[in-house]
């Protein structure tokens, strides 16, 4: 938390302006609102927030205007040390004018006294009436000013706090701080080590077109050597006892039930699979990992062949983890003054128009077949744009020519980024197609347009490849993504390594939530655990229980679980996070529903609380169950009202962290006692009892 001394401001206030008002009255606009966290940014005194302090416009309310307060953007926050020395605090609120009709913004204010709630406002959009409020914070010690984003994302989420000001008792200012953060705690594991026993682990389906190479490897924990088994696998398929790997390809579409098989000097397990010869592919969230988040512009060949070999040789494989995604950067770069990538300003293309790799990446066929000789699949990326959004080449104009590119080279999956297609959209680069354009076509076509495209030319393609859409949820994506031949689609824009970050992307979700089924699936983004950093690396920032709720959210979600992290560097905990078989089963469950959010609860015994539980249905009948605690302290709960949760009867309730049942209980009569850690989780299976 920064925060200046009371002196120190004091003097900085007096050197400046004396506008405190009479000597009881403090106003928020003058006290230090450096610590303000907010959602993008920066917060303003008497001005709407702004990207850059200059483009603030004077704080406007449906068209009131006010001389003083704060603008902001939620999520926010802001810390007052009252010290008991305040009577009142009082303001206007609403949303600001710089974004006056928009439909993305909804707001809400709180006041928070010491844990207590003292006022709200209700969720607020532009045009409605600025809010006036008068509360009394006599005795209280520790005000808390937040804005939420009512849980839709903070796109133009402009909100002012207009007007605001403290009566004192004594005190002419107050120190400020940011957002209160959950004490210290040092990582502790709750995944149980696999036994050295076979136990084949994954998802239960698999989906394959017809005569597409099939590449599939049975994920089994427990010592090697280990022999393999596949009864009844149908023709075409070749089973490798020694790996499990199942390759071939398929010569009839249906459906085909096999028994998998893993055998080891300690014992056997057995498994049911189904394969899927159709049209729908990634009938489970591919599993996998991405350059992105770890090295950025700095990926290169070796780089993804050591995490190729890391995915291996740490048992992420033995998981479901599958494929090896090279982000941005793989491509040559337009020219730059960035001295990172001045190696890479070499033609985007040769004399036939074909894309050509970079010097870090002198070949792509060997690298695909290097990664498939693990068992594994291998990803790229490219924009629909003249360049991508980190200046490579970009597949506008050339998008057949590229998907016949990465089929030939052998990949499996392309993050299609939209970055500089907005240069095609607005008419600000020649459209020799006549591609639709922003301000021409109809609904959302020009949005739609390069993605249809893309689609259609990886669909012709003699092989497999998850068309994974890149476009961070404009135009609601979720609606029309399946039918561009999406197999997922990003809904928000980047992730990073802060609890700001987990929350306002994963608790927003719900909008995506009726379009995610198997083949496709809602995207919030990679993970963010392990050493993180876009060229930099450094161990992730999320707490150990930011990170439990990161993972069992996005498993619950139904979302690809693909790892940002250094795969060299993964420690005991992270490694913990990724390998718990029955978390990773909420994520690849056959029935492939996302989860939304079912119960809120704000107040517990007096105090402002931040619950959310969120429910999955799964194929077996029983529900997948996530109390998340949003709030910075731990708290005590009890779920005694299981209607609310559509479950009745007797049900038996799993730990999925800890593989442990925890209560066989009668959803009738008795009630299940809950203790969340701070930004923490419990993630609960239930289960009818027989
Ligand atoms: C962003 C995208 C990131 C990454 C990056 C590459 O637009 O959201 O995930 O792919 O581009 O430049």
Known sequence: MKSHSAIGLCLLLGAFTPSLGSAETVWLDDLNLAPIVQGWGKAQKNKCAAKKPEDGKPLTISAKRFDRGVGTVAESALNIFLNGDATTFSAQVGADDCKRGSSRTSIEFFVIGDGKQLWRSGVMHTNDAAKAFEVSVAGVNHLLLKVGDADDGNNDDFADWADAKFETKTAKTFKTGGEPVPEPVTPYILTPAAPPTPRINGAKVFGVRLGSPFLFTIPATGDRPMEFSATNLPSGLHLDTKTGQITGSLPSRGEFIVTLGAKNSLGSAEKQFRIVCGDAIALTPPMGWNSWNCFAHMISAEKVRSAADAMVRSGLINHGFTYINIDDFWQNHVPTNEKDVQDLIKPLRDDQGFIVSNARF????????????????????????????????????????????????????????????????????????????????????????????????????????????????????????????????????????????????????????????????????????????????????????????????????????????????????????????????????????????????????????????????????????????????????????????????????????????????????????LTIPGHGVLLYKFTPAK
């Open 362 to 673: 002198p070949d792509m066929k060997g690298l695909a077949d290097y990664v498939h000789d693990r068992g594994l699949k291998i990803g790229i990326y490219s924009s629909p744009g003249p360049t991508t959004c980190g200046g490579c080449a970009g597949s506008w104009l050339h998008e057949e020519q590229d998907a016949q590119t990465f089929a030939r080279w052998g990949f499996d999956f392309l993050k299609y980024d939209w970055c500089s297609y907005g240069s095609v959209t607005d008419g600000s680069i020649a459209n020799p197609l006549n591609v639709p354009v922003r301000k021409n076509a109809s609904n959302d076509d020009y949005a739609i347009h390069p993605f249809k495209v893309m689609g259609g030319f990886l669909r012709d393609q003699p092989r497999d490849i998850i068309f994974s859409l890149c476009q961070y949820g404009n135009n609601d994506v979720w609606k029309w993504g399946g039918a561009v031949n999406g197999s997922c689609w990003r809904t928000t824009g980047d992730v990073n390594d802060s609890w700001r970050s987990i929350k306002e992307i994963g608790f927003t979700q719900d909008k995506a939530a009726p379009y995610a089924k198997p083949g496709n699936w809602t995207d919030p983004d990679m993970l963010i655990v392990g050493w993180v950093g876009w060229g930099r690396p450094h161990p992730t920032s999320l707490t150990p229980d930011e990170q439990y709720t990161h993972i069992s959210l996005w498993c619950l979600l139904s979302a690809p679980l693909l790892i940002g992290s250094d795969m060299a560097k993964l420690d005991d905990f992270t490694l913990s996070l990724l390998t718990n078989d029955e978390v990773l089963a909420v994520d690849q469950d056959e029935l492939g529903k996302q989860a939304t959010c079912v119960i809120k609860v704000n107040e517990i015994s007096g105090r402002v609380s931040d619950l959310r539980i969120y429910q999955k249905e799964l194929v077996d009948g029983g529900h997948a169950i996530g109390f998340f605690n949003l709030g910075t302290e731990p708290v005590k709960w009890e779920l005694s009202d299981f209607t609310q949760l559509h479950l009745s009867g007797k049900q038996i309730v799993r730990d999925l962290w800890r593989q442990q049942n925890v209560a066989t209980l009668d959803a009738a009569k008795n009630s299940l006692p």
